[in-house]
């Protein structure tokens, strides 16, 4: 059974820690991806990677930061945790566009992170 | 720029009766379009995809949907609903000009009373 897999489905921390939110894939899949999912405003992209050490932004990459030094591994890092950055965050990973168009998302079961 | 809309925060049916969860959307090139569903606690889940060709997609578990390009939407529908359909649906759509990005909608929560 493929998967992607979040290594932490709850995570609490206080405002000002360092926060990584690891991600790994099984699927040799070249794109991955960081969503938050809040109530009311759905998924929003944070950061994509489509290959082994490149980025790029999505539509809400301020705060945030991210790692790919391997290709089954996406890190999404807050380098300074901030309350408003508590959410459910959500990682997916798919195969690249030239694999047949429009390749479906996998998603993890999800980092449920609160900031106090 | 892509964005999607879901009109409707919840929808309410009777198990038995159609449902129908709407979805309309904006994108330069042609779309690509996706339903997925989150069950409580769970991830979100694959239901089915429009990429060309015939309006009427049909996915997982019964769901089926419409593809509308005069008004551009893309309804979730099925024909009878039960209990377990209960759930968080998204749409979402990616750019076919090449972009990576897929760009969800706000959700619409689906109840379905016995």
């Known amino acids: 059974d493929v998967k992607v897999t979040q290594s932490s489905r709850y995570l609490v921390k206080r405002t000002g820690e360092k926060v990584f939110l690891e991600c790994v894939q099984d699927?040799?899949?070249?794109?991955m991806f960081w969503y938050r999912q809040d109530p009311g405003l759905g998924l929003r992209l944070i950061y994509f990677s489509y290959d082994v050490k490149m980025k790029e932004k999505g539509d809400i990459p301020e705060g945030y930061s991210v790692s790919r030094e391997k290709k089954e591994r996406f890190s999404l890092i807050l380098e300074s945790a901030s309350t408003n950055q508590t959410s459910m965050y959500l990682c997916a990973s798919s195969p690249s566009q030239g694999a047949g168009g429009a390749n479906v998302l996998t998603f993890g079961a999800g980092s449920r992170l609160t900031v106090l | 720029a892509q964005s999607v809309a879901q009109p409707e925060d919840q929808v309410n049916v009777a198990e038995g009766n159609p449902l129908t969860v709407k979805c309309t959307y904006s994108?330069?090139?042609?779309?690509?379009l996706f339903w997925y569903v989150q069950y409580p606690n769970r991830g979100l889940q694959f239901l089915l995809k429009?990429?060309?060709?015939?309006?009427l997609v049909k996915g997982s578990y019964g769901f089926e949907a419409e593809f509308n390009k005069s008004q551009t939407s893309f309804h979730l529908k099925k024909p009878s609903a039960l209990v377990s359909d209960s759930a968080l649906y998204f749409c979402?759509?990616?750019?076919?000009?090449?972009?990576?990005?897929?760009?969800f909608g706000a959700g619409t929560r689906l109840f379905v009373k016995a």
């Open positions: 994108v330069s090139g042609n779309p690509y």
């Open positions: 699927m040799d899949h070249e794109n």
């Open positions: 429009y990429i060309t060709g015939d309006n």
């Open positions: 979402a759509v990616r750019d076919s000009n090449g972009g990576f990005k897929t760009i």
